[in-house]
């Protein structure tokens, strides 16, 4: 059972940037996704960035392409999400998830993080 653990939130001007951190546990396949999401208060859950643990291929939304950047370090079991350019529209919990495919779909997505803040305002 995989297990993930997220961090590096905290509150940033805008234009500044986050680095969050997320550290998985537990057997993970080459084809699993490590996607991170966001939510604010009201809002439906926002499907952010995602990478393939084994292949390293990313997808994006649109509203943080050029802006944010998934990365993962297999040999230290870390998924990233470098925030640059940050917007106080970004301001949300953030948290990262695990799946097989992008599928919008909330059960599609087992295990998840516990969040972390993001707040982003001058």
């Known amino acids: 059972q995989v297990q993930l653990v997220d961090s590096g939130g905290g509150l940033v001007h805008p234009g500044g940037s986050l680095k969050l951190s997320c550290s998985v546990s537990?057997?993970?396949?080459?084809?699993?996704?490590i996607a991170w999401f966001r939510q604010s208060p009201g809002q439906e859950r926002e499907f952010v960035a995602g990478i393939r643990w084994g292949y390293g291929t990313s997808l994006y939304a649109d509203s943080v392409k050029g802006r944010f950047t998934i990365s993962r370090d297999r040999a230290e079991n870390m998924a990233y999400l470098q925030m640059n350019n940050l917007k106080p529209d970004d301001s949300a919990l953030y948290y990262c998830?695990?799946?097989?495919?992008?599928?919008?779909?909330?059960?599609?997505?087992?295990?998840r993080g516990q969040g972390t803040q993001v707040t982003v305002s001058s």
């Open positions: 998830a695990a799946g097989s495919s992008y599928s919008a779909s909330p059960s599609s997505w087992p295990v």
């Open positions: 537990g057997r993970t396949y080459s084809s699993a996704i």
